[in-house]
Every structure is written in C-alpha cells, then in structure tokens.
C-alpha cells in the first residue's frame, strides 16, 4: 500500500466519512496546538505506514481538525496523536506520545490481550516494547436491510427481556453455532418467541475492553474480566468480541444482521448505554481519547482540577450537559437508531444526564430535553435508570414525560411483600395499580414504570429465593462490593439444598413473584435465564465473572421445565387479559380491595390482599387477584357477580405443572362456592365466565 495525498478536507460531520474524493477525518479538540492522522495496513502493525500532520492553517476549523485523505476507501485503519498542554492542574491531560481512539469510531479492531497499561501513567505505549494496540476502523454505512423499519411496538405490549450477548449462548449448553455472539442470539429467536418474549433489552455492546482489569479470583487464580461491558472505549462502535472476527469489523454487520433478523421475528431491540462515564477511569486511568484529546471540555472535574468528580462511581463522569458533549451523544444516540436500526435505550445512572457542568441536578436539563425532542429519537424507546452513584434517586421524578424508568420501588415493595415483610400489602396494591404515587403527579402513566423484580444488578430470581446474603468473595473484594439490601430469603439453608419442602417452596415463590409482575400494570421485565432457573450462586455483582457464574446454563432449561411453563402461561395470560397493561391508571371504581373478612384492607398490617378488577376491554371479563404471604392458608371470600356468571381458577401458584396457569376456557369453574381458601405464600386468579 503506497501512500496516499490528502487535502485540507472538511470539519464537518464529525468522525469518519467516506465519499467520492476518499475519506474525511474531523476531530474535535480546543486545546489542541497539533494533531497528526496515523494510518496502519495490518491490525497487528505497530507502527504506521503514513502518518499526516494536520497544521491549524489549513486543517483547523474552529476547535475541528479535518483532513480528507484521497483514494482511501473502507477497511483502513487509523488514531491519532494529539499535542497540547501537559498542565493537570488547569485539567489539561494532552500527551502526543500516545495513540489515541477516534471518540466518532464505527469500529475497533483490538489485540485479544488488549492491555490498558500500555496507556497509563507517563510512559505511553509508543515508548514502551512494541506490541500491536487497538486501531480504529473506516467502515461504510451500506447493508441490505431488505426493507427493514422499526417496529414501534406500542409500549403497552412491550415484553422486555435483558440480556448479555455473550452469555446468553457462550455456554457450552446453549447449542449455538456462533456462540457468544450477535449471530448466536439469532439462534435463539425461536425460544424467545415460544416464550412470549418481544423486546430484547442488550446489556453494553459499546466497544469496550473486557481484559481492562488485573485482578484474580482468589480462589482460582483466573483472571477477572469486564464481563458486563459498563466501561465504554467507543461509544459508535459496537464490541468486536461479540463479533466472529472473521474479517475486520465484520461485528458491524453482524450486529445489522441480528437486528434484522430480530426484527423479522416480531422483537424490538433496545441498547444498555453508558453515558455517564468512560473507561478512562481516574486520574490513575487509561489515556484512550476523551482525556487527551481535551479532558477539560469531556469530564466533570473537581475544584482541583487534576482530580474528577465521581458520580458513576466507576472513577470519572462525563459533562454530559456541556455543548459539545451533548451533541457528541445525540450524535451517537442518532448513527444506532439511522445506521443500526435499533428501536430504543435504556440509559445506564441515567441521572447523571440531569447534572449540569458543575454536578448540579437541574429541574431541565437540556440534554434529555434534547434527547426526547430530537426529531431522529422523537419515536425511540427512552428508559432511564433514574439514579446514580453521586445520591441522586429520581424514581417518579425524572424529568421528560417521554421518558420511562426502571422502576427500583417496584422491585423492592414486590420483594418485601412477597418474603412477608408487615405493612407491605398498600405497596403492593400501589404497585400493582402502576405506581400512580410515582408517575401519576407529573402528566406520565403505567407506561413510564419498568416493572422488574429481578435485573443484572442483583441476585437472580432463582438466587433472591436461595440466599439470604451476598457472596461475592469470588470477584476479589471481599464480599464488600454489590448491594446489602437484596430483600432476598433462603427459607432454611443457605443456598443450594436437595430438601424437597425448601425447593417446593422456593419455586412457589418464584412463580408468586413473576405473577405479581406480569398481573402488574407498566411494562413488565425479565431477566434472562430467570424463567429456567439461572443462578449466579449468591453472587449479586458479577460484572467481573466471564465463566459458568454468569453465563446461562440451558441444561436448566430441562431441569425447570415447570417454571418455564408457568412463565410461558403468565405471558400468554398477560397478553389474553389486556385490562393488565392499560396504558392509564385504574379508576377508583374498576377496582374493589379487600381482606380475607371482606372488609376494606388495614394496608398496615395486612399479609393478604384480594383485588377484584371489574372492567374489561372489548368484552374481556373480569379479574380477582388474592395474594397470600402469610404463613397460613387463608379464606377469602368471592366477590358477588352478575346472574349467570361463575368465577373459574385460572392461575394457582401452589398446583402443580399443568394445572398452575390455565387458560380460561380449560379452568375449573367454582360453581356454589362463597369463599376459596388461598394456601400460604401463593396467589390464585380467578376469571369471570359464563355459567
């Protein structure tokens, strides 16, 4: 490869362009005095084959570098070196020995030993023995979408399923061909149909490095990894190890191709993003691009500027409320869902996105008002994690009617009620109605409520029924990482047990717990693996385990085929029964409560909770809910009917498989009956029929 002439090019769009005359480079940095352009042939190549000095006369518009190099075309590799003022105490973290990565990169192509070190502290890696560095790729926008368009599923439909590209079908179990990967999640389309799943929700897929951390298992000795993928490196680029590597940036394509494919089957895709912090960590972190390429201007720094202000609690966080690093990420929010074709974003601390350029929570931010108004994102799905590490917790009050949130309190009322908890059954009934206390008073509706029990974050399903405590001592900090408020119990042992009675009640309560959400107004959503029994053995934090803790054994999957069943009937149940995911609040005459006396429930001291929802949509009929976490059976009574109506049992969480979710013209009627005993820890639904 000769090398190639170039002119001054053009500043803007920013990021790599291709066209007629060759490829455009345009670079954002204020401070910087020089920029040089690096091209490479060879992934494995240390050193460049060309390199080009951008001088401000001809290659600086504004704070933008340009150049267009003529003749190169898709497949090139590049970085940059980026000179300026070396002064930590103004915030100024330039250093022109090192390669940088291109912030506006649609693709990397990295060492598999990819190693961080070779970028911190202040012998940069060209300095350093050569070894290969991760490159930056020109990709092309073209791909036959075969007409693909996004699905817009109302919200009130939605089925959200969150998931990690990698674990999903790594494990040996799984019988994925392409293991590990986008196309391997095309293998499991028809499992996600069969259980009634629409919308995947992907844990990071943002370039990112998972070899980033040293540490060790300490019982092992194996090395810990980024497994979650929550240290972002390219925000446009999407993770190459998810990719076969069968050619360079082949990732991008076969990331188009699962979403088409996904597409195809009905499923809606919505991307985990990561705006709040950079893998660059502290000031002890990596050099990768935002911080030499103008760290004042990209990060939230303290008073002394040398040090970063930490609301991520992953060591730096972005100032995402400055000018330019707003339009960076709506830059990157637009390329996903114009180029990737991606349905929506569930935003990562989200909270973070509403501090302003001194880490302030402001009543508007500017960017999610951008965000939500942009004419591009106007149709996207927006779901915030509403809080952060800084103390910020918007739950119920995150700004932007557009925006939904993962709802925290829903999980934590649900859990509580459930483990049997005093004064949980107004929570409850306040979670099962919506949220209203939450969403109602600012304009938003069921809708804006994510309703999880279970997420990443946290114990599994099977484990919140197995553990009463954390035990994370295997990713190396000594059990003081995740959270210690896990609501969790293990009703006797300690995890694991072969007792017959304790699993018989775990499962019950697995199957109370994923009925109480799917029978809950707002959108509900699973972790994967949760409906077959996946655990993480106690571990409620395992961002570091790329191994048999985190990946999805589907061995379970025939082990639990009577949970599965039961998760598969309640989604069946769900999208039968609309009345369940109305996209309004109930009103106070579509629903009576009452207690096991029939009188109005004392919400302070109640363990069981009867709800009788009377109206329908379309002629559907009625519903009655009894909840029942008490340690005794109790008998409710049956709330009156119209002449010629009958209440039949249609979900019973203490019956066995087969008989614990049926449909409605398959479920026994109740014929004469005035009460129905409701055993301890279950809950039972009952559907109005015709005599």
């Known amino acids: 490869m000769s090398t190639f002439s170039y002119s001054a090019g053009l500043p803007v769009p920013l990021g790599v362009h291709l066209h007629k005359d060759g490829v455009n480079f345009a670079l954002f940095s204020r401070h910087a005095t020089r920029v040089t352009l690096l091209l490479f042939r060879e992934p494995a190549d240390t050193e460049p084959f060309q390199t080009i000095e951008l001088d401000a006369h001809h290659h600086r518009t504004g704070d933008i570098w340009h150049v267009c190099v003529e003749g190169a075309s898709r497949g090139l590799l590049y970085g940059f070196r980026v000179d300026g003022p070396f002064d930590p105490y103004r915030g100024h973290r330039f250093c022109g020995d090192y390669v940088l990565l291109d912030p506006y990169a649609t693709a ?14 202040t012998v940069p890696a060209s300095r350093q023995p050569r070894k290969p560095l991760a490159k930056c790729l020109v990709t092309a926008n073209g791909f036959d979408w075969e007409g693909d368009r996004p699905l817009r599923r109302h ?69 810990l990894a980024n497994y979650w993928g929550y240290n972002t490196v390219a925000f446009f680029a999407p993770h190459e190890g998810y990719g076969s590597r069968r ?237 210690n408020d896990n609501h969790g119990a293990n009703y006797g042992i300690e995890g694991a047990t072969d007792s017959p009675d304790i699993l018989r009640l775990r499962l019950r309560q697995k199957k109370n717990l994923i009925a109480t959400l799917l029978l809950s107004r707002g959108v509900p959503m699973l ?3 949760d409906e077959f029994g996946r655990t993480q053995q106690g571990n409620n934090n395992a961002y570091c385990q790329d191994n048999e803790i985190s990946w999805f054994d589907w ?85 009156a009917l119209g002449y010629g109506q009958v209440w039949s049992k249609t979900i019973d969480t203490t019956a066995d498989q087969g008989q614990d979710v049926l449909l409605d013209e398959h479920a026994p009627k109740l014929l004469g009956q005035l009460s129905l005993p409701v055993r301890d820890r279950s809950l039972v639904v009952l559907v109005v029929r015709q005599h």
Not at 108 to 121: I, K, M, N, R, T
Not at 165 to 191: D, F, N, Q
């Open 555 to 639: 061995t379970l999957l025939d082990r639990n085929q009577e949970f599965y069943a039961f998760v598969r009937g309640m989604l069946a149940f769900r999208k039968r029964h609309r009345v369940l995911s109305w996209e309004q609040f109930y009103r106070s005459e579509d629903v009576t409560w009452f207690n096991c006396d029939g009188q109005m429930p004392d919400w302070s001291n109640e363990f069981s909770l009867g709800c009788h929802i009377h109206v329908g949509r379309d002629g559907e009929p009625g519903l009655c809910l009894l909840f029942n976490a008490s340690q005794r059976t109790v008998d409710f009574p049956l709330p």
């Open 155 to 223: 919200w009130s439909e939605l089925v959200i399923y969150e998931t990690h590209v990698r674990g999903m079908t790594i494990h040996p179990s799984s019988g994925a061909g392409s293991a590990g990967t986008y196309l391997g999640i095309i293998e499991k389309i028809p499992y996600l149909k069969e259980l009634g799943i629409n919308t995947l929700e992907l844990m990071p897929l943002q370039a990112f490095n998972p070899r980033e951390t040293t540490a060790q298992n300490p019982f092992t000795g194996q090395p």
């Open 247 to 483: 050619y360079p940036g082949c990732q991008v394509d076969e990331f188009r191709t699962m979403v088409k494919a996904l597409h195809k089957a009905g499923i809606e895709v919505l991307l985990d993003v990561v705006f709040n912090h950079t893998a660059e960590g502290d000031e002890t972190g990596p050099t990768l691009n935002f911080r030499g390429m103008d760290n004042s201007i990209y990060y939230l720094l303290e008073e002394d500027k040398s040090k970063y202000k930490n609301y991520s609690g992953c060591g730096n966080t972005l100032n995402c409320n400055h000018p330019v690093v707003r339009n960076y990420i709506l830059d990157c929010l637009r390329y996903w869902v114009v180029e990737m074709h991606v349905d929506g974003f569930r935003f990562d601390l989200a909270s973070i996105l509403g501090r302003d350029r001194s880490g302030h929570l402001v009543s508007n931010p500017p960017l999610l008002e951008q965000i939500a108004e942009d004419p591009i994102l106007r149709q996207v799905k927006l779901i915030a994690e509403a809080w952060d590490a800084g103390g910020a917790y918007l739950v119920g009050r995150f700004p932007g009617e557009r925006w939904s949130e993962w709802n925290g309190q829903f999980r934590d009322d649900v859990r509580l009620f459930w483990r049997g908890d005093r004064g949980m059954a107004g929570a409850l009934a306040t979670r099962l109605c919506g949220s209203a206390d939450l969403y109602d008073h600012s304009g938003k509706a069921p809708v804006n409520s994510i309703n999880f029990v279970t997420c990443h974050d946290g114990f599994t399903l099977e484990d919140l029924v197995s553990y009463q405590h954390k035990h994370n001592l295997a990713n190396g900090e000594e059990n003081r990482d995740g959270s």
């Open 527 to 529: 972790l994967g693996g």
């Open 108 to 121: 990397l192509v990295s060492p598999e030993d990819w190693d961080f070190s070779a970028y911190c502290g």
